[in-house]
């Protein structure tokens, strides 16, 4: 049994007596059984050093296989986030529909190269790490084009709670691809990598027939956010506008200049010799046509020298840093510190992705409610360091508390990642700062998520090391440094977050 008799429900433990008394019971170890199937190549000799190898796919197939394997991880994440940076800008330039089509393909042609390598008998490790890494850079044309779609369509008014739904895709791919894994695993593994890619291809052929990127390509008037407007103190009257409160104020000496946040109202008169057709060029290299490109990408300089950018991005760092250490660890975790069996870990360490999809949610919401960001996210990293403090050293007592804690871990861990990268980014990229004639969404986006995918690839890593050296209680001591470093890049703006709402209070 892997869990004390006291955990297996009642009606479990009656079944498992009455199958004991009735049925003669038969354990076999599933992988020597495998071995048993399998002819081994001839003029190999089987010893006591590869006896339980042999039947490995090579180069996998050594005492090193797990360091190989990390090798590979690595590969992919460092190459995603040095891409993500390029591909924000290259995002903001070019018609979506065309790069997310194209990115899907490319993207599932590179899982296609990789379960191929069964088929046509590859062994070269640089080939699994080259295909890996271009697998990186491949998919980094999602997130920031995807976050600028979903911008484009709804406006701010319920923002965090739409991305905190629609962030949810992410865990929910992360479970069809493990069953699909599965499913194939035992059989042909190269079809683990294989199927994934034809879906790929598939939706975004897909993509490329029905994406819409913004509600102005198809005639229809865009979401009328709250937006805002450069107002002078000596003439803060507008009318027309429903003036609501103070953005950000700047006083030197005589001259202040305040953004006040105004609902525009006017009607959205469509020009159609700005919309963008078939015949439109997919890059705009000049800036002075207005016609097919009525609004100015901002380059990486100005996106990062918009408020917010830089904090957000090394908060994402630590925070994202903490996330992918309990994606690739914590089966392994569970698997050594207690005595479940490595299927019943697997299965638990999904529920940390549960708890990061409410916590998305949970998160967006109360963004929407108080609107502070920069708020929410505190409170959550806040609260996510004793938690893990708590799972690690009274998680293992039985699977219900398990359970509970990894809930409560995911929803708090992953509710600031999922914020940030969404929500947060969404609105860094139509900041103020950037007048009425610019756009930041995606290079925003993909400045943000790339550093934070920088801490998703250090994380792991570091991880393996310290686990190796010191033990599990110090990965966990690490994670909670990492929170409250992320909490800490997160200061500033939770106090002008306060601020701004005690500005508010005084303003009613």
Not at 51 to 64: E, G, L, S
Not at 66 to 80: I, K, M, N
Not at 178 to 188: G, H, K, N, Q, Y
Not at 332 to 354: E, N, W
Request: net charge negative.
């Amino acid at each position: 049994m892997t869990g004390s008799l006291r955990d297996i429900p009642w009606g479990l433990q009656v079944v498992e007596w009455l199958s004991s008394k009735c049925c003669q019971q038969h354990r076999i170890n599933k992988m020597a059984w495998h071995r048993g199937t399998l002819s081994p190549p001839p003029n190999f000799v089987i010893n006591a050093t590869n006896r339980d190898t042999w039947c490995d796919w090579a180069p996998f197939n050594t005492d090193d296989a797990t360091a190989l394997l990390g090798t590979l991880d690595s590969a992919f994440l460092f190459a995603y986030a040095a891409a993500m940076f390029l591909s924000g800008f290259v995002a903001e330039r070019v018609n979506l529909r065309y790069f997310l089509s194209f990115g899907m393909l490319v993207s599932g042609i590179s899982c296609y190269l990789f379960g191929i390598a069964r088929s046509f008998n590859i062994h070269s490790l640089w080939y699994f790490v080259l295909v890996q890494a271009l697998g990186g850079v491949f998919q980094t044309s999602g997130w920031p084009g995807v976050v600028t779609v979903v911008g484009n369509w709804f406006g701010k008014g319920k923002r965090g709670l739409i991305f905190g739904v629609w962030n949810s895709h992410t865990s929910l791919g992360n479970i069809l691809g493990s069953l699909i894994a599965a499913e194939f695993v035992e059989t042909d593994w190269g079809l683990s990598f294989i199927v994934p890619g034809a879906i790929m291809g598939i939706v975004g052929f897909v993509i490329f027939l029905f994406l819409v990127p913004n509600p102005v390509d198809v005639g229809c008037s865009p979401p009328r956010p709250i937006g805002y407007r450069r107002l002078d103190t000596t003439n803060s009257s507008d009318e027309g506008s429903c003036a609501e409160d103070v953005e950000a104020s700047h006083t030197g000496g005589d001259d202040r200049v305040i953004y006040r946040s105004v609902c525009r109202q006017q009607d959205v008169d469509i020009d159609t010799q700005s919309l963008r057709s078939e015949t439109s060029p997919m890059l705009c290299v000049n800036r002075h046509t207005q016609n097919d490109c009525e609004e100015t990408a901002v380059g990486f300089i100005g996106a990062i020298s918009i408020p917010g950018v830089v904090e957000y991005s090394l908060s994402l760092f630590f925070a994202k840093l903490v996330s992918y250490t309990f994606l690739y660890w914590l089966p392994l975790y569970i698997v050594s510190s207690t005595k479940y069996s490595a299927s019943l870990s697997a299965d638990l360490s999904t529920l940390f992705d549960v708890g990061g999809i409410a916590g998305a949610v949970i998160a967006g919401v109360f963004s929407d409610y108080c609107g502070m960001s920069a708020l929410t996210c505190a409170v959550m990293l806040f609260l996510a360091v004793p938690m893990l403090f708590i799972y690690d050293y009274i998680g293992t007592i039985n699977v219900g508390v398990n359970v509970v804690l990894l809930l409560l871990a995911g929803l708090l861990v992953n509710g600031p990642y999922a914020l940030i990268t969404t929500t947060v980014s969404a609105e860094l990229g139509t900041h103020p700062s950037l007048g009425d004639n610019s756009k930041a969404l995606a290079t925003v986006t993909a400045i943000i998520d790339g550093t934070g995918s920088i801490g998703a690839a250090v994380g792991p890593l570091l991880a393996g090391i310290v686990s190796r050296w010191a033990g599990w209680h110090s990965v966990f001591y690490m994670l909670m440094a990492a929170d409250l470093m992320a909490l800490l890049f997160l200061s500033k703006l939770v106090c002008k977050d306060l601020r701004l709402y005690a500005q508010r209070r005084r303003a009613v």
